[in-house]
C-alpha cells in the first residue's frame, strides 16, 4: 500500500481517528494525506495534544484572516503529528466540492480513513448523507475509525457467500498483508448452521494461505446485524471487514456504538470494499 487518505473535518479534530491512521501507515510504509475541511468555523481548541497560539484569537484580525491562521495551525499540527511518528504526510485542503474532490483524490489512493465523527456530521442521521454517498461513490475501500485508540489483534471477515464480501476479504489481505500474523475468522450467519463441504473447504484454505492463525464460523440466526454484533462484543480489538452488505450494518453499529456511550462512536474500526 502506498497512499492513504484520512478525512477529516477540521472543526472537530479527533487525535484517536489520527493515531489509527498513522498506525496503518506505519505497518503498510504508507504515505498519509490528510485530507480537511470545515463544516464550521473552526474553533479555539487544542489539535492533537497541540494548543492554537493564542496570538490567533486576536478579535481585532479581520475575520478571514483570524480563519486562516487556525487553518494554518490546523494543518500544521497534523504534519508536526505524523513527522514525530515518522509517517510521511502531504494535506489537501477544500471548501466546495468536497465529496467529488475526495472521489477524485480516491482514485489515486489505496484506502480511506473516514473521521467516525465526519461519519455523523449531519446530526442524528448515522451514517450521514456524506458517509453514505462516499461508501457509494470512493474509488477504493473505506474504513471507518474506531472512536477510541486501539490496537489491531483480530481480523473479522464478514462472509455471507456473495461476491461482494469475497471481494472484500481479498482486497484487504492484498493491501494490509502485514496483519498475516494476527488471528483471521470468517463468520457467516445463517438461519441453519449447515454449509456445504466444499464451500467450507475453500474459504479455510483461502484463510490458511494468508494468516497463520485462521478460523471459521457459522452463526445460527435470522438476524446478520444483531448476530454479528453480539459476537464482536467478544472481541474488542478486532478489525472489521465487510461487503458491500456492510453499508446496511454500518448504521446498526453506530447506533449500537452510541446506546453503549461510545463516545457516540465506532466501536469497532469497519473496512468496507468498494465494489
Known sequence: MEKIILVISGDKPAPNVLDFACQLAGITRARLTGFFFQSQPIQNTQLYGLPFADAFANTDQPEQELYQHKLDALLESFRHTCSEKGIPASVHHTESGVLEALVNESRFADLIVA??????????????????????EAKCPVIVAPAAPMLIEEIVFCYDGSPSSILAMKQFSYLLPELEDKKASAVQVKKDDDMPDEE??????????????????????????????????KKPNAIVVMGAYGRNLLSMFLR???????????????FIAHV
Open 256 to 270: 449500537r456504538s452510541q446506546a453503549d456511550l461510545l463516545i457516540q462512536s465506532l466501536a469497532y474500526p469497519v
Open 115 to 136: 473521521d467516525a465523527a465526519t461519519a455523523a456530521l449531519d446530526g442524528n442521521d448515522v451514517p450521514s448523507s456524506f458517509m453514505k454517498q462516499l461508501l457509494t
Open 200 to 233: 467450507r473447504r475453500h474459504i479455510t484454505h483461502w484463510l490458511s494461505n494468508h494468516y497463520i492463525y485462521s478460523g471459521f464460523t457459522v452463526i445460527k440466526g435470522s438476524h446478520a446485524g444483531d448476530e454479528l454484533f453480539t459476537y464482536l462484543l
